[in-house]
């Protein structure tokens, strides 16, 4: 249940979902994916990536769709855009935003140095 969401325009949200083509952002193995709710150390997060769109509105279509698709993460991509996470709780929903960032730089970070995330 999600009584708390976060709309973040987070600069390494922006810069994952434009390296990453596709609709769907994956990682394994890196510590904060255990602060998603539901995932530990030998989960893949996947996060969908919805592409923008001039109007919120545009945008709330593609992520009712997303959303619909059974994704586990709390969390979609708007590519060139930001973010949305959310949570039981205002708390929880800033965990999910503070580890969301923190695995966008790090896999930005690994990218610059030719590590595979």
């Given at each position: 249940?999600?009584?708390t969401i976060?709309h973040?325009h987070?600069?390494n949200?922006?810069l994952?979902?434009?390296l990453?083509?596709?609709?769907?952002?994956s990682?394994?193995?890196?510590?904060?994916?255990?602060g998603?709710?539901?995932?530990?150390w030998?989960?893949?997060?996947?996060?969908?990536?919805?592409?923008?769109r001039?109007?919120?509105?545009g945008?709330s279509?593609l992520i009712l769709?997303?959303?619909?698709k059974?994704f586990?993460a709390?969390?979609?991509l708007?590519?060139r855009h930001?973010?949305y996470?959310w949570?039981?709780s205002?708390?929880?929903a800033?965990i999910?935003a503070?580890?969301?960032?923190w695995?966008f730089?790090?896999?930005l970070?690994?990218?610059?140095?030719g590590?595979?995330?």
């Amino acid at each position: 249940e999600a009584n708390t969401i976060f709309h973040l325009h987070n600069t390494n949200a922006v810069l994952v979902s434009m390296l990453y083509p596709g609709d769907v952002f994956s990682v394994k193995h890196l510590q904060m994916v255990k602060g998603m709710s539901g995932f530990g150390w030998d989960d893949t997060l996947e996060i969908p990536i919805v592409e923008n769109r001039a109007t919120e509105d545009g945008i709330s279509e593609l992520i009712l769709e997303t959303l619909n698709k059974g994704f586990k993460a709390d969390c979609i991509l708007i590519r060139r855009h930001g973010l949305y996470t959310w949570g039981s709780s205002w708390k929880q929903a800033k965990i999910h935003a503070e580890s969301l960032d923190w695995i966008f730089k790090v896999v930005l970070e690994m990218k610059k140095l030719g590590i595979e995330s």
